[in-house]
């Protein structure tokens, strides 16, 4: 589980950062992030539409995945970002290797990783 002062929950928020964030899309994850110096840490949303999948095991799981990922790399990440990572339609379920896989290399290219 991701630390409360470390999630993105309110509406206004998510709105701010789909209105203004630079995108990067990866093969099973879309990336949304903004940089704000105002804020002092980094905060992270994450979005499973009923397009991924109608059942909500499915979804949840995802955002399991995810939050266990984004709390590995918090340490890594510059701070003052807002992250909204959505998951995109997929053929097949990635594993949890591929989701990782996936989110390291967007992060990579959005060149918010210390190191990158």
């Given at each position: ?6 999630r993105l929950r ?16 990866g093969t099973y ?17 994450i979005v499973v ?68």
């Amino acid at each position: 589980m991701l630390p409360n002062q470390n999630r993105l929950r309110r509406r206004e928020d998510f709105a701010k950062v789909y209105a203004n964030g630079d995108r990067y899309r990866g093969t099973y994850l879309n990336l949304r992030i903004l940089f704000d110096s105002n804020i002092p840490l980094t905060r992270i949303g994450i979005v499973v539409s009923k397009k991924v999948s109608k059942l909500a095991v499915t979804r949840n799981r995802f955002k399991r995945q995810l939050r266990a990922i984004f709390r590995q790399l918090l340490s890594q990440l510059r701070c003052g970002l807002q992250i909204v990572v959505t998951v995109t339609t997929v053929q097949s379920k990635p594993s949890y290797q591929e989701l990782w896989d996936d989110l390291k290399n967007l992060l990579a290219r959005a060149k918010v990783l210390h190191g990158s």
